[in-house]
């Protein structure tokens, strides 16, 4: 990924100015934010946990998880066209809570956001190191600090540019492991070789081990109690993860707004692949070939490993230890820029610096990305050292964090909550979710240890608490002395003055100039026309619809008859299932790995073109890098070379 954001520089004139590494100057297109968007949400947990939740519960298990988790996905579209409608300059989600609330409310959804980023790390790091030292035998910590490491190093050179791009060929990783285990365990494998075999030995698994609370203790129906209850932990705790979490919006913020919305349509629709085919198929196999795990194990999200490793041997391993690298190394590249973007425009340049100009922020944004990557690590090991595992902080994020959620929500898309509604909801929510969560541990099973506070219905009751509760006191609250916001200070939140990092303006407008970003922020700002906002008007339509009926489709409509239903798969029914979980990952696998290809034709096509002429020396040397080297090339040189790229062209 270095060598990648080396080459946009040398070849596509990138200078890492601050509005360049926090945002990619807003310009990213569907298949690129899509791509980003599988990534980021692609956690150890999307496929360690998945797994973990097929191997206990059978096959209902990947679509509790795939369809709790897509949810909030695809309703974060309607936030992310919102955020171009009504602050379109914005850096961080909270500069608009800024805006909007003072600093009060500022402070307390910064504490949300940063518990945030430290729970997802968190569940990043632990995942990624137990399976490190499962496959490798390394040491747990030292798993913990090697594996920030490489993300650190990306991160600094190229910022959310390098990101996006490093998550475009870890995603595209990511599919081409899971189709290899597919054909391995449907096709090739002696072990199972189809789909008809894996029925039947579904089924003797099932009358060998019931699964309580199962219909017929079948492993193949979607008639599942615990795993519905799962279903309804994991929706709940994912809003907190998605909607509170910088990652998502810095991907919003990002992207150009005529793609945003489908970027994240097409992403969530993409990612479902990931825990429903890799889930139902890695998950049910450790069930199959009847691999005994215990409860543990099976809680650090080792069902995987240990399965690839029974169908390939030793190249399993390396396929479950690569794929498990991915993810890691991905989202933490997206957390490491969430949090760099935080401490930057809400921290140093809110309440240290607030004339701080573009170089100073990318210095702070490099100090922040190093200070975080480290404290990654020794957070982990924290954990680690206190027996906090994978799944149990996967199970509890919401209720440390989905009380943020609602009156995040309300302070883009309803103009009558009030400043204290935002403030004191959340903090409510937070308070009553732990509250809930210790006292139903406590009723139910007498006492209060990790093993009982893990269960299914304290976890359930405080998850469904801390979403549920703010609702109910922002509406009262704003509803006796409401607001009327009508989002005019938001608009006005402006872009980094980079006036102290000069560079080329790109090679297509024909000649060498200063960007001075402070000259034009009010040209830029005043760039949206009467046309653009009816477009984004109409997009915000589109994502409130599309996005409302995907989820209901995904959550409620599919999965519940089902489970009411009672019904037990048939052999023909099951291969259906199987069928369309293959057909899903295939247009997955086209959606994000090679429509961003396609899309991006003409500027590979470029570059490609670029290293040619490097190559025979026909270059223009340093063309362009800072204004400073300006002087090291003749205008005449630069317009010959501006001749040739538009005869190329």
Known sequence: MTFITYLCKRYLREVQTSEMFMTAQRTVRTGLVASAIVSSWTWAATLLTSTEVAYKY??????????????????????????????PNAHTFLEVVLARYGKGAHIVYLIFSFFTNIVVTAMLLLG???????????????????????????????????????????????????????FTVYCTSPKIGSIGN?????????????IVDNEKGSLVTMSSLQALIFGIINIVGNFGSVFVDQAYWQRA??????????????????????????????GLTGRALNIDLSPFAISQGLVLPDVAVALLGRAGGFACLILVFMAVTSASSAELIAVSSIVTYDIFRTYIRPNAKGSEVVRFSHITVISFG??????????????????????????????????????LLWSKQSKLAAIVSPIFGFCAAVSTWLAVTKAMYGTITVQTTSQNYPMMSGNIVALISPIF????????????FDFEATRQIQKLDDSNQSAIVPEDQGEVAETDQAKNVNEEESSITEEDLIALNKSSRFAKVSSIVLSLALFVLWPLPMFFSKYVFSKSFFTGWIVVSIIWVFFSTIAVGIYPIYEARVTLANMAHEIWRDVRGKRVPNLPTTITEVEMVSEENIVVYNAEKKDFA
């Open 374 to 411: 480290l404290l990654m690590g020794v957070l982990a090991v924290l954990l680690n050292l206190t027996g906090i595992n994978l799944g149990y902080l996967y199970t509890l994020m919401g209720v440390l964090i989905s009380a943020a959620v609602a009156p995040l929500t309300f302070t």
């Open 128 to 182: 990624g190191s137990a399976v490190v030292n499962y496959l490798t035998g390394m040491h747990t910590i030292a798993a913990c600090f090697l594996l920030p490491l490489g993300v650190i190093v990306y991160t600094l050179f190229g910022g959310i540019k390098a990101t996006f791009l490093s998550d475009y060929s870890h995603t595209v990783v990511i599919f081409i492991i899971i189709i290899s285990f597919v």
């Open 198 to 210: 894996m029925y039947d030995l579904l089924v003797a698994a099932s009358e060998r081990t019931p």
């Open 473 to 484: 006191v922002s509406v009262i609250i704003s509803l006796i002395k409401p607001d009327n």
């Open 58 to 87: 059978g096959i209902s298990g990947p679509i509790w998880y795939a369809s709790g988790a897509v949810v909030q996905v695809l309703l974060f579209a309607v936030l992310a066209i919102e955020l171009k409608r009504r602050a």
């Open 253 to 282: 913020i990002a992207a150009h707004p005529q793609y945003a919305v489908k970027a994240y349509l097409i992403g969530g629709l993409s990612w479902f692949a990931i825990p429903f085919t890799l889930a139902t198929t890695m």
